[in-house]
Every structure is written in structure tokens, then in C-alpha cells.
């Protein structure tokens, strides 16, 4: 059975930088595309980052400059780098993962698409003080 671990989050300081992990067991990520989506009271359910099994990424406006997603030198994690953190960053974070034959970067971040994602991470919180 393939599963998703999201790791990484905490408590941060405005301008700090975490790194995001999202590992995958039961496969690698060879065949999947991953994307990044973060959940908060405020803004709702929003999808931040993407990478395709190309290694092409793509970034909603917000975070771009400051997210990076990155393959690992293992096949079975992704990261996500986030630095120069604000406020407005603070959320839930998730990871979620498809089978690349079905995934195009044109949408991936696109919430009115996330139920095509049958793959999904536990989530690990992001907070960020002034």
C-alpha cells in the first residue's frame, strides 16, 4: 500500500525558513507527480507548489521567490523550502501525490481539481509569528 508522511512544520519567526518533507512508502516518487496544498481559517484551502515526474515545478503567485519544491537524492521524498516566512504563511500544509500519466502542471494547483489527488499526506502545521 502506498502511503504519504508530511513532516517538517512548526513555530517560526517572521523571516525564518523551514523545510517541508513528504515521504513516500510502498513506491518512489519516480512516476508521481507532488503537490503542495495548505489549509487555513483565513484564506481556505489553497494549492502553493508543484512538481511534476519532469522535475518542472510550478509556484502560486504568493510564494513565489520563497517556495522551492525539490527532489531529494532519494527516490521517496520531496521537500518543500520555505523561507522568508510571514504570518500570512501560517497553515496547515499538505502533500499529495498522482500517478504523472494523469498530471499536468497546468492544474495541478488548482483546488477545484484536488479530488483527482488519491494520494494524500497526514498534514504538519506551519505557524508563523510577527
Known amino acids: 500500500q502506498v502511503k504519504l508522511v508530511a513532516s517538517g512544520g512548526g513555530s517560526v519567526q517572521s523571516g525564518g525558513s523551514l523545510r517541508l518533507s513528504c515521504e513516500v512508502s510502498?513506491?518512489?516518487?519516480?512516476?508521481?507527480?507532488v503537490a503542495w496544498f495548505r489549509q487555513s481559517s483565513k484564506k481556505g484551502r489553497e494549492g502553493v507548489a508543484a512538481?511534476?515526474?519532469?522535475?518542472?515545478?510550478n509556484y502560486t503567485d504568493s510564494v513565489k521567490d520563497r517556495f522551492t519544491v525539490t527532489q531529494a537524492n532519494v527516490k521517496n521524498t520531496r521537500y518543500l523550502q520555505i523561507s522568508d516566512l510571514k504570518p500570512e504563511d501560517t497553515a496547515m500544509y499538505y502533500c499529495?501525490?498522482?500517478?504523472?500519466?494523469?498530471?499536468?502542471?497546468?492544474?495541478?494547483?488548482?483546488?477545484?481539481?484536488?479530488?483527482?489527488?488519491?494520494?494524500w499526506g497526514q498534514g504538519t502545521q506551519v505557524t508563523v509569528s510577527s
Open positions: 499529495a501525490a498522482l500517478p504523472h500519466e494523469y498530471c499536468s502542471l497546468s492544474w495541478l494547483l488548482d483546488t477545484r481539481k484536488i479530488e483527482r489527488f488519491g494520494l
Open positions: 510502498g513506491d518512489t516518487f519516480d512516476r508521481w507527480c
Open positions: 512538481l511534476d515526474s519532469s522535475g518542472r515545478t
